[in-house]
């Protein structure tokens, strides 16, 4: 039978496991500390952080080898670093800056104030690595230049394969994944990459460029959009892409764990904007930011709401005459909001997923359509036969309920559809048009569809 060793387990704070770190803090157990988290990996310990407070955080990390500490400071959440670092002085962040890969580095020092920022950079020992992060904090965040690391191996097409494995043993210590090396000419331009499987086969002696592939290379300008860089390491399924500049000379490489941390931060606004939070928040958070997140679009969704009431109290007599109606009301909005958000959710996603066949304006509007007329006769012909048998056969009501569900549900998928698309071109996050926005202006719409029809008919 095989034996697993628990070391290798899934590692899981506990309530008491919290209480026993804490109690060895304040008796300052040092040895029994480091006993207690010595088989744990950085991510397990940054959750262990994420409970403690300030002080008792800091003075784990204070224990912990540098360059574990630096992993864990730079895989904490940017809010939670940002409190975090505010108890450690400028040497003390240098210390973890001199360890850690360039790209993490600027996202750290991005977070601190200009004064601390600057301090730590005059303060590192590697001063390579200052160069590298200089050079990375000119560029976006969420732009290629602004996730590409300056750590990788390059080696100049000319030199041997000897000459390359030398290269690898000396940079070893910086450069933590080597994916493969980068060929480079004598002003730097990327002329390709050769794996480290053909550099182990390589006979001695060879020279790089009778092994280097050139066919193939895939690379991104700094410019790019991190959303680009990701659908290109998707589509060619690549650990890490290099990243060049306008004249091909090779700056850095984005690896594909910074590219998995850019798609789940960008997922997660997508999904608080969707829900209608107004800023990147975390349960965790202040009262008062929680409250902040959320207000615009409540304000939004009442004042909506408010005209809704006002178009229904505007044909109060015809609820008047017959008071059947107003129990189709509800049918209505609820109706016209899922419709909206089906039709919105599908162009936000294909809108996401780019590809080099762009659907044309009318393409689109074309197939929606089509879906939309087919769904509204469904749903009328459901809606007509609930409204006879709930009515006993009151035939015009039912007509009217149809048709006006019919109309609600066109309505609502050309507003879902079009809405996105129309912010997509205003270079507004398309995804504000799958939550509340999208759901209130149906309920408006369909409102004042539905009265206008029964007051026509009715």
């Not at 095989?2 to 040895?31: G, M, R, Y």
């Not at 991104?220 to 659908?231: F, L, N, R």
């Not at 304000?299 to 505007?314: C, Q």
């Not at 996105?420 to 759901?439: D, E, H, K, R």
């Amino acid at each position: 039978m095989e034996v697993v060793n628990p070391q290798h387990l899934p590692f899981e704070l506990t309530k008491e496991f919290l209480e026993e770190i804490k109690l060895l803090i304040a008796e300052q157990s040092n040895e029994a500390i480091l006993a207690k988290i010595e088989d744990l990996f950085a991510a397990d310990i940054t959750s262990i952080l994420d409970e403690l407070s300030g002080e008792e955080a800091k003075y784990i990390v204070l224990l912990l080898d540098t360059k574990l500490a630096a992993e864990i400071i730079s895989t904490l959440d940017s809010d939670d670093r940002k409190k975090f670092l505010k108890n450690f002085n400028s040497k003390e962040i240098a210390s973890y800056i001199n360890v850690i890969d360039s790209d993490d580095a600027v996202d750290i020092l991005n977070e601190q104030p200009v004064r601390v920022r600057e301090e730590v950079i005059a303060l590192l020992k590697d001063r390579e690595q200052a160069r590298f992060i200089i050079d990375l904090m000119h560029y976006d965040e969420d732009c290629a230049g602004g996730l590409m690391q300056k750590e990788l191996i390059k080696i100049n097409v000319k030199q041997t394969v000897t000459e390359c494995v030398e290269e690898i043993r000396r940079q070893a210590e910086d450069v933590e994944k080597v994916y493969a090396v980068y060929v480079v000419d004598d002003d730097g331009l990327l002329m390709g990459t050769v794996s480290l499987k053909k550099i182990i086969l390589a006979k001695r002696g060879s020279k790089i460029q009778d092994v280097f592939d050139a066919d193939g290379i895939v690379s991104v300008q700094t410019y790019i959009s991190g959303e680009e860089v990701a659908d290109l390491m998707q589509k060619y399924d690549l650990e890490a892409i290099p990243v060049v500049n306008i004249q091909g000379r090779l700056l850095g490489r984005i690896t594909i764990d910074d590219m998995v941390d850019f798609i789940t931060e960008s997922a997660q606004e997508d999904i608080q904007v969707m829900a209608g939070i107004s800023e990147d928040v975390e349960e965790d958070d202040s009262i008062w930011l929680l409250v902040r997140s959320r207000l615009p679009w409540l304000i939004g969704g009442m004042v909506g709401s408010f005209l809704a009431a006002k178009i229904i109290d505007r044909f109060d007599s015809s609820i008047s005459i017959m008071p059947a109606i107003s129990a189709f009301i509800p049918l209505i909005g609820s109706t016209g909001g899922n419709v909206g958000i089906q039709s919105s959710s599908l162009i936000v996603q294909s809108l996401a997923d780019k590809s080099g066949l762009d659907t044309t304006l009318w393409k689109r509007l074309q197939k929606v359509l089509i879906v939309a007329l087919i769904n509204a006769l469904i749903a009328a012909a459901f809606a007509f036969g609930c409204s006879m048998l709930v009515d006993h056969g009151e035939i015009m009501l039912s007509v009217t309920v149809s048709i006006s569900l019919f109309a609600v549900v066109m309505l609502a998928s050309l507003m879902g559809t079009i809405t996105p698309l129309v912010l997509n071109q205003l270079n507004i996050n398309p995804a504000v048009a799958s939550g509340p926005f999208i759901t209130t202006t149906n309920d408006i719409l369909g409102y004042g569809v539905y009265f206008l029809i029964v007051y026509l008919l009715l």
